[in-house]
């Protein structure tokens, strides 16, 4: 069973970083994909940055400049830092991991940016 262990998050003022990591376990066929997603209240899931496993990860317009997400192959984990955070990155952050026959989110951990 895949399981997936967030942490970082928490309130952080307009103009600081944030730092976000993701260690999947229980893996058993290769990963494909794996990265961050955001949901604001009243707004529907939307991704961050994602981490093609074959290729360079995907960032949202929103963060574009301003995210980076690396990776660990060895620890199946990935790290998303975000720099110069505006109000409206606040969110649930969820880390998305998923391969040919799984497909799993993470818990979710709160980010609330202050202007």
């Known amino acids: 069973q895949v399981q997936l262990a967030e942490s970082g998050g928490g309130l952080v003022q307009a103009g600081g970083s944030l730092r976000l990591s993701c260690v999947a376990s229980?893996?058993?066929?290769?990963?494909?994909?794996m990265g961050w997603y955001r949901q604001a209240p009243g707004n529907q899931r939307e991704v961050v940055a994602l981490?093609?496993?074959?290729?360079?990860?995907d960032y949202a317009g929103s963060v574009k400049g301003r995210a980076t997400i690396s990776r660990e192959y060895e620890r199946n984990a990935v790290t998303l830092q975000v720099n110069n955070l505006k109000p409206e990155d606040t969110g649930v952050y969820y880390c998305?991991?998923?391969?040919?026959?799984?497909?799993?989110w993470g818990q979710g951990t709160q980010v609330t940016v202050s202007s």
């Open positions: 998305r991991v998923a391969g040919i026959i799984y497909n799993d």
């Open positions: 981490f093609n496993f074959g290729g360079e990860p």
């Open positions: 229980g893996i058993t066929y290769s990963i494909k994909y």
